[in-house]
């Protein structure tokens, strides 16, 4: 017989000493779909309490990822598109650099501006990765940031400094992903 026979009389969790925060910041990462999926999933539980939302996208152009986008924008989430399309594709890797620069010191003003309670920066882990924004001026952003900003960083292979910075980190992990069967991302599904 199972211990567990009465679930109500159990609490899944112990509360005492806990307490509430006014923000996070969340991480997702790891190479399974997923992360900015989840991402645009929080930005639906912001925005159904009103909290002002901004996100950045670091690598995707205008033309990737027009649905949520749309959506988003129809939502009221300030939307900037800071790259110019996926990196490999770029003709001219310095412009993307720069990009990726101005993409990080714009995210910094949003994030100590305090206008927005939930900014989401979309795939910035590239631009750590290849080591066009410092991983650490980023942890000490996310760690100076105002109290009622909560920050969501999307990518493979996230920033140990920020993974530390941050207080909830998921990686999701590929199981299979259908691209791997040469199937090409569904509007819809995939973006
Ligand atoms: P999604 O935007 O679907 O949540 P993601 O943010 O976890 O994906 P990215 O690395 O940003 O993953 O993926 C960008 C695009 O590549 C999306 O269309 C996504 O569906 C697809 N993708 C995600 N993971 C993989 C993978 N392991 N192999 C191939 N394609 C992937
Ligand atoms: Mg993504």
């Known amino acids: 017989m199972s211990t567990h026979s009465n679930p109500q009389e159990e609490r899944p969790y112990d509360l005492s000493g806990m307490c509430r925060a006014s923000s996070l910041v969340l991480v997702n990462t790891g190479d399974g ?26 690598l995707k152009s205008g033309d990737w990822n027009t649905g949520e986008e749309k959506v988003c924008r129809e939502l ?3 939307w900037f598109s800071a790259g110019d399309g996926f ?26 501006g305090g206008e927005y309670r939930l900014v ?53 992990v590929k199981v299979k992903h259908a691209f791997d069967s040469k199937i090409l991302a569904k509007k819809g599904l995939d973006y």
Request: proline share 2%.
């Open 120 to 172: 989401v920066l979309d795939e910035i882990s590239y631009a750590m990765t290849w080591d066009w924004i410092d991983a650490s001026e980023v942890a000490a952003a996310l760690k100076a940031r105002p109290e009622s900003v909560s920050v969501i960083l999307t990518g493979r292979d996230m920033a140990e400094e920020v993974i530390e910075a941050a207080d909830t980190v998921t990686e999701m």
């Open 87 to 112: 990196t490999w594709d770029s003709e001219n890797l310095d412009e993307t650099r720069a990009k990726a620069v101005a993409a990080w010191d714009f995210s910094a003003q949003l994030i100590a």
């Open 76 to 78: 009221g989430v300030k």
């Open 33 to 58: 779909k997923g992360k900015s999926t989840a991402a645009f999933g929080t930005i639906l539980r912001a925005v159904s309490q009103n909290w002002p939302v901004a996100v950045v996208q670091y």
